[in-house]
């Protein structure tokens, strides 16, 4: 029954890895999110696809990658992870850009890179 | 820019208490939202505003949407527990690709 669905909840890695996490939403929304909180709870949009198309990148580093193989799931990749990648990465969903109904948020990816 | 500037940044209450916090802006928006996020789950939607002067309630939640278009306000009633969190401000970006931007959050703590 969750709305928006996050993998894994939690992420520990050595730095200079490469990893992913998935998210896939039930709700039948077009536009799907990516956003990073950081340690002091600020919430800033990475990306974000609507039907499978990049409509927003807000210049974020290269070696972040998403990808949308179709409109109910974005998932995240990043390669050589540094120290400041560590925060909780939160995967969001909305109908019609979120305009009016606001967004559906998953519950988060705790990353940390030591 | 479209940044949103929260205040309190952070709360200490009593149980019972009414809570006020706001939320500012130097551009105009014409959505307000208003999230709150608890310890280790994502933001959760509160109240939606889209017509400035608005005022709309969720239980003892109230918020407004500022007759200026660059502010908005919530109040909780009677505050209990379980009103702990963090609560965010938003309001979808006016130009370009369409995003929502988030003020930096009141951290509600309640003493019981």
């Known amino acids: 029954d969750t709305a928006v669905s996050q993998t894994p909840k939690y992420l520990v890695t050595q730095m200079g890895n490469d990893k992913s996490i998935k998210c896939e939403q039930n709700?039948?929304?077009?536009?799907m999110y990516w956003y990073k909180q950081d340690s002091k709870k600020f919430l800033k949009i990475m990306f974000s696809?609507?039907?499978?198309?990049?409509?927003i990148n807000e210049t974020v580093p290269n070696r972040f990658s998403p990808k949308s193989p179709d409109k109910a799931h974005l998932n995240l990749h990043i390669n050589s992870l540094e120290l400041g990648d560590s925060a909780v990465y939160f995967c969001?969903?909305?109908?019609?850009?979120?305009?009016?109904?606001?967004?559906?948020f998953g519950s988060g990816t705790r990353l940390t890179v030591v | 820019g479209q940044q949103l500037n929260q205040s309190p940044q952070s709360m200490f209450i009593q149980e019972g208490e009414d809570v006020s916090m706001n939320c500012t802006s130097s551009?105009?928006?014409?959505?307000w939202l208003w999230y709150k996020q608890e310890p280790g789950e994502g933001p959760v939607l509160l109240i939606a505003?889209?017509?400035?002067?608005e005022l709309t309630s969720n239980g003892r939640l109230t918020a407004q949407f500022g007759i200026t278009r660059k502010d908005s306000f919530l109040n909780i009633s009677a505050s209990i527990p379980s009103d702990v969190g963090i609560y965010f401000c938003?309001?979808?970006?006016?130009?370009?690709?369409?995003?929502?931007?988030f003020g930096q959050g009141t951290r509600l703590t309640i003493n019981p």
């Open positions: 551009s105009i928006f014409n959505t």
């Open positions: 938003a309001g979808p970006r006016i130009q370009g690709a369409q995003k929502l931007v």
């Open positions: 505003l889209y017509k400035a002067g």
């Open positions: 696809y609507n039907n499978k198309e990049l409509i």
């Open positions: 969001a969903s909305s109908h019609d850009g979120g305009r009016n109904y606001g967004y559906t």
């Open positions: 709700l039948g929304h077009d536009t």
